[in-house]
């Protein structure tokens, strides 16, 4: 499969000298914090999926069952003849729920994803599955302006933005995004999927498992450091911690130090005191009303929700 758009693999030292640039400034500012996409080397990528997998880790397991059991409903809101985005498509797990619900000359599928041979290794098996399927793979980043291609005649572009990932975005990062969706998305909508609020323990479970998967996922970013850029820190040094803020409804990440130490990288010595943390990720959870209410500002009318028994998690549609 071959992507959209004339594309070039990112050289692997480009990448690593962006990743030690950013590490340096997560462990110089206080409180010390680093973006969450780098959780998502191989290792990492492999570790997410086996986190979906998890019995405590709610979120895969509901959505899909919504999926299972509402595609043809949400295949009939986005419209007849359409061409379908799919923001960070990975694996196209679920997207295949979707467009199984959707006659197959009436769809073009547009997956935007930044990992370029991942995401054409999972086209051509959707390709295979799903033969005469029209793939239009981009590779991208979709949080930045991109050049979807043109919307087939008659067609109506609508995306879809499944997992909560939004819910990794800090709020002006959700707000960019949604706005930026609004916007390419005009005269049609968005599915998108969004983790809600609930009750502390369920949180607490599904980032603290008792398997120790989430924990290996979290260490992993220090992990990777090691790897990649030759960081040296004590092998026992820091503990993963994950917990519910209410203030913020989200849950955090953080590597914990288990004692007073030192993080080298590229010569530099980084102290932590016991107990200090690197904040690794932010998992936001919604409401219905107060996710449509923000999506509203960024330019959406809200549709129709589709909900679990337990209102752990939600599909919304929302038109644009
Ligand atoms: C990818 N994202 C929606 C996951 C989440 O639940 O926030 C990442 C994750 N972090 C720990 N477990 C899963």
Redesign the pocket.
Known sequence: MKPGIEWRAPRADAEAAQFAADLHAALARTPKAIS?KY?YDEAGSRL?EQ?CELPE?Y?THTELALLQRHARDMAAQMGHRVQLVEYGAGALRKVRLLLGAMPRDSVQFVPVDISGPHLLGACDGLAADMPGLDIQPLVADFTRPHSLPPCPAGARRVGFFP???I??FTPAEADAFLRLAAGELAGGGLLIGI?LVKEASVLHA??NDTAGV?AA??LNVLERARRELGAEFPDDGFEHL?FYNPAYRR?E?HLRATRPLSLQLDGQHYDFHEGETLHT?H?HKYTVAGFQAMAARAGFEPGTVWTDANGWFALLWLRS
Do not use: C, K, L, V
Request: glycine content about 10%.
């Open positions: 969450p959780f997410f986190i880790y979120p997992g909560s990932s819910g990794n983790d599904a980032y989430t996922f979290n994950a849950i990440m990720e998992s």
